[in-house]
T-cell receptor
Framework: AQTVTQSQPEMSVQEAETVTLSCTYD???????LFWYKQPPSRQMILVIR????KQQNATENRFSVNFQKAAKSFSLKISDSQLGDAAMYFC?????WGAGNMLTFGGGTRLMVKP | NAGVTQTPKFRVLKTGQSMTLLCAQD?????MYWYRQDPGMGLRLIHY???????AKGEVPDGYNVSRLKKQNFLLGLESAAPSQTSVYFC????????????FGPGTRLTVL
């Protein structure tokens, strides 16, 4: 079974600075998908960014980018120019391309605090 | 579009009571999911559906049942609630598999006393 590990329960960043959240996963498959979701205090899960494992190029979405290291099974999220609205729980998730309804397997989350 | 909606938003049950959580989506998605989120943990899949009339077990299905009689609705039932089922429940839906985004509802906070 796949497992996803987020080793940083909490992180803190100064407004306008850059922060990197770590995620590692365990899988024996070569094709899969990786996601970062944001959960603000409202509880709503919001997709931040996603990556296909067969693509070597790292995904970027405005201030959010990933560092995908397939051999190391690492998928970190970099937030540039941090804003107060970035404060939230961030969850890394893994998804197989088939089977079990393509369920998402989530890590335990990292709480990001942004200091003004 | 309302996206994914969940009813109710909050509920308190006594041990042994039953209840049904309703999830509705207006995006014509085939796939629907029920997750639970416990403190300090990520979401875990309870049950899912790959289309109208289908259901399947996820990672933590015990104590729950589901039904998908209509494509837009996915119901989660607790027949005899237990304190271990105190959690926040999220419904999600997606158009397809793999890279397709799962859209989440706002969650239901359930407390079982």
């Amino acid at each position: 079974a796949q497992t996803v590990t987020q080793s940083q329960p909490e992180m803190s960043v100064q407004e306008a600075e850059t922060v990197t959240l770590s995620c590692t996963y365990d899988t024996s498959e070569s094709d899969y998908y990786l996601f970062w979701y944001k959960q603000p205090p409202s509880r709503q899960m919001i997709l931040v960014i996603r990556q296909e494992a067969y693509k070597q190029q790292n995904a970027t979405e405005n201030r959010f980018s990933v560092n995908f290291q397939k051999a190391a099974k690492s998928f970190s999220l970099k937030i540039s120019d941090s804003q107060l609205g970035d404060a939230a729980m961030y969850f890394c998730a893994y998804r197989r391309p088939w089977g079990a309804g393509n369920m998402l397997t989530f890590g335990g989350g990292t709480r990001l605090m942004v200091k003004p | 579009n309302a996206g994914v909606t969940q009813t109710p938003k909050f509920r308190v049950l006594k041990t042994g009571q039953s209840m049904t959580l309703l999830c509705a989506q207006d995006m014509n998605h085939e796939y629907m999911y029920w997750y639970r989120q416990d403190p300090g943990m990520g979401l875990r899949l309870i049950h899912y559906s790959v289309g109208e009339g289908t259901t399947a077990k996820g990672e933590v299905p015990d104590g729950y049942n589901v039904s998908r009689l209509k494509k837009q609705n996915f119901l989660l039932g607790l027949e005899s609630a237990a304190p271990s089922q105190t959690s926040v429940y999220f419904c999600a839906s997606s158009y397809g598999t793999g890279y397709n985004e799962q859209f989440f509802g706002p969650g239901t906070r359930l407390t079982v006393l």
